[in-house]
Nanobody
Framework: QVQLVESGGGLVQAGDSLRLSCAASGLTFSMYGMGWFRQAPGKEREFVSAITWNGGVSDYADSVKGRFTISRDNDKNMVYLQMNSLKPEDTAVYYC????????????????????WGQGTQVTVSL
């Protein structure tokens, strides 16, 4: 079965950086776009970033644009989210997800477009 395992979360101060990693197994990784979503307590899950199957196109939520960078390594079945200049409002559980449809040429920003999800990793940004 498909497994996605996030790592790299933790407790940091505002202005610090973290890099999240997502290790994928059970699917042909290079065929699928990947995305990062986050959910804070009492809030809806929201789109953070996405990348197409070959890394050709990336997309970001306005709230993280210019601070976060998504990347992938298809040889290692890994996707990453580099988070710089972290703010307290970035505090959330971050989830890695694999797209339902193979080899799309556009990124997808809706949760319904993703069929497999990791368990999440906690990111907490203090003042």
């Amino acid at each position: 079965q498909v497994q996605l395992v996030e790592s790299g979360g933790g407790l940091v101060q505002a202005g610090d950086s973290l890099r999240l990693s997502c290790a994928a197994s059970g699917l042909t990784f290079s065929m699928y776009g990947m995305g990062w979503f986050r959910q804070a307590p009492g809030k809806e899950r929201e789109f953070v970033s996405a990348i197409t199957w070959n890394g050709g196109v990336s997309d970001y939520a306005d709230s993280v644009k210019g601070r976060f960078t998504i990347s992938r390594d298809n040889d290692k079945n890994m996707v990453y989210l580099q988070m710089n200049s972290l703010k307290p409002e970035d505090t959330a559980v971050y989830y890695c997800a694999a797209a339902r449809l193979r080899r799309t040429v556009v990124t997808m920003t809706a949760s319904r477009d993703y069929g497999n999800w990791g368990q999440g990793t906690q990111v907490t940004v203090s003042l």
